[in-house]
């Protein structure tokens, strides 16, 4: 009898002991798990003292628990989903209709529970030979023998029930398994403890691949990085959405779009007790690496000629074109290259890290951690390296300030100059950017010399007609590679005219693309379209006047003997006095707008963008550097606040419709037109410096220079005196001739 016991110990069942299960159905290796112990001594024993029985049944649930933990250790060990992974469609359609989606995770608990599993049996085969040594056996040598696992296995009997009930798998299991180590069994915490090492074995190999070599290492959605297609799947995007947005950038070099739109967290496989910064962490150096170890072709064929051409010792990099017959096989050296942008002594100290982390017995968030950021640190390094050093980061943001800022002035005067009669026409839907294309070369031969390595990356865009001008000028280099570009779309807005939605184009090779991504080239175009239409409302009030003095001066010269015209020209003088006094309040607007912008916004940002270049050898530190700057001068600039964008725009297109109108008053004067556009000039340059002196902006650190602005425009109190209550009076309509009294 007491051997049947210790065979019920075990799992198995006999006359002594049943189990109530098999009277319904044959037990097999894939029965699923009992709610409640059912292994029960047989009813028909009647010599058993009902003491006796309790104390067999209380026992015999440990066999129960061994049985159950058992099958759950046997169904997660098994590989058979390898071998049916290989197997033919006709061998798919002979296997079960159902099989269990294998878990990772589950197989390395299954081989903790193994480990207790077999301390259990140990204990059991100790009792037998302790039961056989004894000349009268009793049972409460089994009792003893046994009582430490009363406190172990119940435990974890509900643990992978919990585990079967609710198809708990990866970081849900890690969390589940960490919740249960905080208990008050010293016994207990050890197990789960042992469970939780070995799951942490697993996540710590998935670490190891993504955050050594790139590799994402997670057949069945157990690891809490993700592709960032399966999201788009989960989520109702069609794979026809997600290969368009693949297209969008580089067709070739898979690394950017991995970087861009390749990976995500999926927080529902993220465990509690590692926060999100780590986990964004985590998922930056393993995207990071990818990068390093899979350079584009173009670069790897740039960096053979660099490295050939360059003497040792020498940093920087300069641009390539032409061609090298003498290079035989240019990728022959691709792993080098791979090696350099990330040394092998590199990728081992993470490795050793992370091993460091696998021995440890226990669980240390705080080691964890910092291995993490030392991780992500030197992968932000070496990436810092790769964009800053190596593609010369710092020269392509001065191109970028030059043409998308207008900091190269005169290139810019003079295409305006030499567009100028064109922008008086609207612009043809079929010709339009070809008739941009003669004025955009003139004013590059005119004025961009030919060691601009950076003009030939620009282009000229009219977005509304969705086509393309591109930079020709003489001579200039050329840059060949797969190129990322990106254009802002057309305003939102109100447009000014045919010509406002004139954007640029940059276009920027691998690994330039990890930094300019299409949303900041978009900021960028977005702040030069301001920046361009702000510089034409001052040259057409400059050009307005020029022209008009100059048709004065000639008819003076003309009628200067003929007394009775000429007192007629001094008449006509005298009654323009109060169109040449509005003009040039409207550019003594304009030069202070585009004077705060280009000086107190623009060059300030530059030099806090340069200072943090210099001190920075981090690349997501970099990144939000940049992203500041960018933010800087949108909202320094106004752009971001709608009711002052709008007032904006009303007055440049107010100053461009009376340029053009004086200009044209003497083939078709208005002046009720004219007065209109004096009116309402008055009203939104007293509203826009009502609006700019609030304390709500004037106070606040998003603006940090506009008070020298406002003194500049309100130097002798004029615009204060003519904006008080300008929201909350209504005056009455000035006309010319009070402003001839005046």
């Not at 057949?219 to 788009?232: L, N, S």
């Not at 067709?251 to 910064?277: A, N, V």
């Not at 300069?318 to 240019?330: E, I, T, V």
């Not at 792993?335 to 982390?357: C, F, N, R, V, Y």
Request: some cysteine; overall charge neutral; charged content about 25%.
């Amino acid at each position: 009898m007491l051997h049947e016991l210790l065979l019920a110990l075990l799992g198995y069942t006999g006359d002594l002991i049943i189990d109530e299960r098999e009277h319904s159905k044959s037990l097999g290796v894939d029965a699923p798990i009992s709610d409640e112990p059912t292994f029960k001594l047989a009813p028909d024993i009647s010599f058993i003292q009902p003491s006796e029985r309790d104390l067999i049944e209380k026992i015999t649930t440990l066999g129960f628990y061994y049985r159950e933990l058992d099958r759950f250790s046997v169904r997660s060990r098994n590989l058979s989903w390898i071998r049916s992974a290989n197997a033919s469609s006709l061998a798919s359609d002979l296997s079960k209709p159902k099989a269990e989606k294998p878990s990772v995770y589950r197989r390395a608990i299954a081989n903790g529970i193994v480990e207790i599993l077999s301390v259990y049996r140990s204990a059991v085969l100790h009792i037998e030979q302790k039961l056989l040594s004894e000349t009268v056996p009793i049972l409460a040598t089994v009792t003893q023998g046994l009582n430490k696992f009363f406190v172990l296995l119940p435990p974890l009997y509900e643990l992978v029930l919990e585990i079967e009930r609710d198809d708990i798998r990866g970081g849900q299991l890690l969390n589940l398994l960490h919740k249960r180590c905080h208990c008050g069994v010293p016994e207990l915490q050890t197990c789960i403890q042992r469970l939780l090492w070995h799951a942490h074995q697993v996540l710590y190999n998935q670490l190891a691949a993504w955050m050594v070599y790139g590799i994402l290492q997670d057949q069945h959605g157990e690891f809490f990085i993700r592709r960032q297609e399966d999201k788009d799947v989960e989520h109702g995007s069609s794979h026809r959405d997600i290969s368009e947005k693949l297209a969008r950038m580089s067709t070739d070099d898979t690394s950017l779009t991995d970087w861009h739109l390749g990976f995500h967290i999926y927080l529902d496989m993220l465990p509690e007790y590692i926060h999100m910064r780590v986990a964004e962490s985590i998922l930056f150096s393993g995207k990071a690496i990818r990068v390093l170890r899979n350079p584009s072709h173009a670069f790897r064929f740039q960096d053979i000629v660099y490295h050939q051409q360059v003497p040792r010792g020498s940093h920087k990099v300069q641009g390539f074109s032409g061609r090298f017959p003498f290079l035989k096989d240019p990728f022959a050296d691709k792993e080098l290259i791979g090696e350099e942008l990330l040394p092998q002594s590199e990728a081992d100290k993470i490795e050793t890290m992370l091993l460091e982390l696998k021995e440890s017995s226990e669980f240390h968030k705080r080691s964890f951690e910092c291995a993490i950021d030392s991780i992500r640190a030197t992968a932000a390094s070496h990436l810092w390296q790769l964009v800053v050093v190596r593609a010369d980061l710092n020269g392509h943001l001065k191109a970028l300030k030059d043409y998308f800022l207008l900091a190269k002035g005169d290139f810019f005067q003079c295409f305006l100059e030499e567009s100028r009669q064109l922008m008086r026409l609207p612009p043809r839907q079929s010709t339009a950017e070809a008739d941009l294309m003669v004025p955009f070369q003139l004013a590059a031969i005119k004025t961009i010399s030919e060691e601009d390595k950076y003009f030939s990356r620009v282009s000229l865009r009219m977005p509304s007609f969705g086509m393309t001008v591109k930079s020709s000028q003489v001579d200039l280099p050329k840059t060949d590679g797969n190129a990322g570009t990106a254009l802002s779309s057309a305003s939102s807005e109100i447009s000014l005219d045919g010509w406002d939605g004139i954007a640029l184009e940059y276009s920027v090779d691998w690994p330039l693309q990890l930094f300019f991504t299409p949303d900041v080239l978009s900021k960028y175009c977005r702040v030069f379209q301001y920046l361009l239409r702000l510089k034409r409302t001052q040259m057409e009030l400059e050009k307005s006047w020029a022209s008009v003095m100059h048709q004065d001066h000639t008819d003076f010269a003309k009628h200067r003997n003929d007394h009775v015209k000429g007192s007629v020209s001094q008449q006509g003088r005298q009654r323009s006095r109060p169109m040449w006094r509005i003009r040039e309040h409207m550019a003594f607007l304009i030069r202070n707008l585009q004077f705060y912008i280009q000086v107190d916004v623009i060059e300030s940002q530059w030099n806090v963008l340069q200072a943090h270049i210099q001190d920075s050898n981090d690349f997501t530190g970099l990144v939000g550097v940049h992203q500041e700057y960018l933010s800087a001068l949108i909202s320094q600039s106004f752009l971001d606040i709608g009711s002052l964008s709008r007032i904006l725009d009303s007055i440049m297109k107010l100053c461009l419709q009376f340029c053009w109108n004086i200009e044209n008053q003497e083939s078709s004067a208005n002046t009720s037109e004219l007065e209109h556009i004096i009116e309402e000039f008055n009203k939104k340059s007293n509203s826009l410096y009502t609006i700019l002196r609030s304390s709500r902006l004037v106070g606040s650190q998003r603006a940090p220079f506009l008070r020298r602005f406002l003194m500049r425009l309100n130097f002798n109190s004029f615009f204060e005196a003519t904006a008080k209550g300008v929201l909350n009076v209504v005056r009455p309509r000035p006309t010319l001739s009070v402003l001839n009294q005046q």
